[in-house]
């Protein structure tokens, strides 16, 4: 399994950005699809985004699509989550993840990081 850890959590106005990273360990990152996950309080994980091992391939939950965009950067092991026109409802911990295809639903990865805290205030 690869070892993720993220950063770029943090207190932001309804209406700002943040961006999230990914670090991963291993030779082997261009080998897995990676995606990101949130949870908001009380609630369960569910899919925000995911892209494909070359970056080719990107996918979103509806609630994000138009205003979260991933990306990765294969040569620096990391995975981005570029975050604008943050809602109130998108306060949760973000977790990174990977596995060997994109998938939508969050139970599909194998390896997750610690998760990293967005909270957005209106």
């Known amino acids: 399994q690869v070892q993720l850890v993220e950063s770029g959590g943090g207190l932001v106005q309804a209406g700002g950005s943040l961006r999230l990273s990914c670090a991963a360990s291993?030779?082997?990152?261009?080998?897995?699809?990676m995606g990101w996950v949130r949870q908001a309080p009380g609630k369960e994980r569910v899919f925000v985004a995911a892209i494909s091992r070359s970056g080719g391939i990107t996918t979103y939950a509806d609630s994000v699509k138009g205003r979260f965009t991933i990306s990765r950067d294969n040569a620096k092991n990391t995975v981005f989550l570029q975050m604008n026109s943050l809602k109130p409802e998108d306060t949760a911990v973000y977790y990174c993840?990977?596995?060997?295809?994109?998938?939508?639903?969050?139970?599909?990865?194998?390896?997750w990081g610690q998760g990293t805290q967005v909270t957005v205030s209106s």
């Open positions: 291993g030779r082997t990152f261009s080998s897995y699809a």
């Open positions: 993840v990977a596995g060997t295809r994109v998938r939508t639903t969050s139970y599909a990865y194998d390896s």
